[in-house]
C-alpha cells in the first residue's frame, strides 16, 4: 500500500491542500477520538476545531467548509488543511484504505434498503458468530454509522481489536445533510466496500426531500446492486420493485429471493427452507411481520454461505434485538418501543402492535422535528389509517425537552400532523413535552394495555425517561 502524505491524499480527493506536504501516520478520525498522527474528517470546522486538532498532533484535517479565521490559524499552527468539494470523496478513501490495509481477505456482507437495514445486519452479523466468525458490524440502535458523511466506519475498522474475518455492513439507502444531496449514496459507498453478498430489505418512501418519488427511491437503491462485481445478491420476494431489479441483473449473479413464494418463507409452524422446517416457531423471539421479513433474510444470507441451518436457528432464538427495534420496555401495561419513523415502518409496527394487544393500543408518536411538512403529512396520513379501526387512544409530542435544534418541531409540522388527524375523525392528546406525553400514557392505561411508542429522534430518549419515572424493565 503507498505510503500516505497529505499531498498524496488531496489529489486522491481532488482536494486543495493548503499547507505542507507531510506524512501520514495514523487512522481516519473524528475530531473528539483523534491522536497523533491521525487525519480528522470532518465537514464543517473553525477556529476552535483547528485549535483542538493542533493539541491532539494530528496529521491534516480534510474538511467540506472552514471559515478564513480557521484557515488563518491553521497556517500559523503549521497544520495542513485539505478542502475538499465533497467529503463523501474524503469519507470513500478512508474507507477503501481502511479495508485495505485491515480488512483485505475479509467475507463483506451490504444490507440496504428503506426498512429493516438495521436489524437484519445486526441478525446476519449475530448468526456469524455463532458461526464461529471474528465479524466487524457498523450498525447501532440510531443506524448512525451506514454513511460517507464521518469516517466512523472507516475508524471502526481500523480500531477492531482483533483478525477480522468477516464484515456486516448497514449502507444507508439515501443520504444528506443540511441542504446537500448526497447523489448515488448507495452505489458509492457499496462499490467501496466491494462486498461478495448484498441483501436488500425493501423500496418504500422516505428521506422525502432526498428523494420525493418511490422511482427516485428505486434508483438510489438499486444503485447498491450497480456494477456488482460480488457472488450473492439477496432480494424480498415480496416487494415487486425488488421482483423487478431481480429480473435486470446479469445471470452470471447468484440471485435469490426471500419471503413468501420462495424457496425461504415463513408458514405455519415456523421458517421453511425447500418445504422443510429450519426454525420453529418456538424458536422466534418475535413473530411481527418485520422482524420475520429481517429474520428470513438473514437466514437467506446465512443458507448461502453454507452455515448449517442448525446453527441458524440458535443463533435466531437467542437473538437479542437493537435498541428501538419492537422492543419490550415494561409489562402490565406492555410497553414496545420501535423506530418507525416512515408510512411503511409505522404501518407495520402497528399492525404488529395490535396483532399481540388484548386490550386499548395507547399510541405515543414523536413528530418528525425540522423535516418538513411532506414527510410529516405522510407520516400522520399512516398513523390515521392503521389506527382508524383500532380501539385507540392517540398522544401526540413535540418532545421539545429532549430534542436538539436540527430536530425541533416547527409550527407548521405539528400544524399538518394535527390537520391529517382532524381529517380522519380521530381524537388526539397533544404534549409538548415528551416526558409528559408518557406520563399521561401511563396514566390512562390499563394492565391489558399496550403502550406503543414509535418515532425518529423525538422518541430516542422515552426509554431512560420511563426508567426515571420506573416504569421500564
Given at each position: 500500500m503507498k505510503k500516505l502524505t497529505t499531498s498524496y491524499l488531496a489529489d486522491k480527493i481532488n482536494g486543495e491542500l493548503l499547507g505542507e506536504d507531510l506524512p501520514i501516520n495514523g487512522i481516519f478520525n473524528i475530531l473528539k477520538d483523534?491522536?497523533?498522527g491521525d487525519v480528522v474528517i470532518r465537514h464543517l470546522i473553525d477556529e476552535n476545531g483547528v485549535k483542538i486538532a493542533y493539541k491532539k498532533n494530528v496529521s491534516c484535517i480534510v474538511t467540506h467548509n472552514i471559515s478564513q479565521n480557521a484557515v488563518l490559524k491553521a497556517q500559523k499552527l503549521n497544520l495542513p488543511v485539505i478542502i475538499c468539494d465533497k467529503i463523501e470523496n474524503a469519507n470513500g478513501f478512508a474507507l477503501k484504505w481502511a479495508l485495505d490495509k485491515y480488512a483485505g481477505n475479509t467475507l463483506r456482507i451490504v444490507i440496504t434498503g428503506t426498512n429493516g437495514k438495521s436489524t437484519t445486519t445486526h441478525m446476519i452479523y449475530t448468526i456469524l458468530k455463532r458461526a464461529g466468525y471474528c465479524t466487524y458490524t457498523n450498525t447501532d440502535s440510531q443506524s448512525e454509522f451506514n454513511t460517507l458523511i464521518d469516517p466512523m466506519v472507516a475508524k471502526q475498522i481500523a480500531e477492531f481489536p482483533d483478525i477480522m474475518e468477516a464484515l456486516v455492513i448497514e449502507v444507508s439507502e439515501v443520504q444528506g445533510w443540511m441542504d446537500r444531496i448526497m447523489k448515488d449514496h448507495a452505489y458509492q459507498m457499496t462499490s467501496i466496500i466491494n462486498p461478495q453478498m448484498v441483501v436488500l430489505t425493501n423500496v418504500a418512501l422516505?428521506?422525502?426531500?432526498?428523494?420525493?418519488?418511490?422511482?427516485?427511491?428505486?434508483?438510489e437503491i438499486a444503485g447498491a446492486v450497480k456494477d456488482f462485481k460480488g457472488k450473492y445478491i439477496l432480494l424480498n420476494n415480496e416487494d415487486p420493485l425488488l421482483k423487478k431489479m431481480g429480473e435486470s441483473i446479469q445471470s452470471s449473479i447468484d440471485v435469490s429471493y426471500y419471503g413468501e413464494g420462495s424457496s425461504l418463507e415463513y408458514r405455519d409452524g415456523g421458517i421453511y427452507h425447500d418445504f422443510e422446517l429450519i426454525i420453529p416457531d418456538d424458536n422466534l423471539p418475535f413473530k411481527s411481520h418485520h422482524f420475520i421479513q429481517n429474520t428470513l433474510a438473514a437466514a437467506q444470507a446465512a443458507l448461502k454461505l453454507k452455515i448449517a441451518p442448525e446453527i441458524i436457528s440458535k443463533a435466531i432464538s437467542s437473538y437479542?434485538?437493537?435498541?428501538?427495534?419492537?422492543?419490550?420496555?415494561?409489562?402490565?401495561?406492555?410497553?414496545i418501543d420501535d423506530f418507525a419513523h416512515n408510512p411503511d415502518g409505522i404501518n407495520a409496527t402497528i399492525k404488529s402492535c395490535a396483532e399481540l394487544s388484548p386490550g386499548k393500543i395507547i399510541l405515543v408518536t414523536a413528530i418528525r422535528g425540522s423535516r418538513g411538512d411532506v414527510i410529516n403529512r405522510v407520516n400522520a396520513e399512516a398513523v390515521a389509517g392503521s389506527l382508524k379501526d383500532l380501539n385507540h387512544h392517540l398522544i401526540i409530542t413535540s418532545s421539545i425537552e429532549v430534542v436538539n435544534k436540527a430536530n425541533q418541531v416547527t409550527t407548521s409540522e405539528k400544524k399538518i400532523f394535527t390537520k391529517v388527524m382532524e381529517e380522519n375523525n380521530l381524537d388526539l392528546t397533544f404534549f409538548d413535552k415528551l416526558s409528559d406525553a408518557l406520563e399521561y400514557a401511563i396514566k390512562i392505561?390499563?394492565?391489558?394495555?399496550?403502550?406503543?411508542?414509535?418515532?425518529?429522534q423525538g422518541m430516542d430518549p422515552a426509554k431512560e425517561i420511563l426508567k426515571e419515572m420506573n416504569h421500564e424493565n
Open positions: 483523534s491522536k497523533r422516505d428521506h422525502i426531500g432526498l428523494v420525493n418519488s418511490i422511482e427516485e427511491a428505486y434508483e437479542k434485538p437493537l435498541d428501538r427495534r419492537f422492543s419490550v420496555l415494561g409489562e402490565k401495561p406492555l410497553i392505561s390499563h394492565t391489558s394495555d399496550t403502550i406503543l411508542l414509535i418515532g425518529a
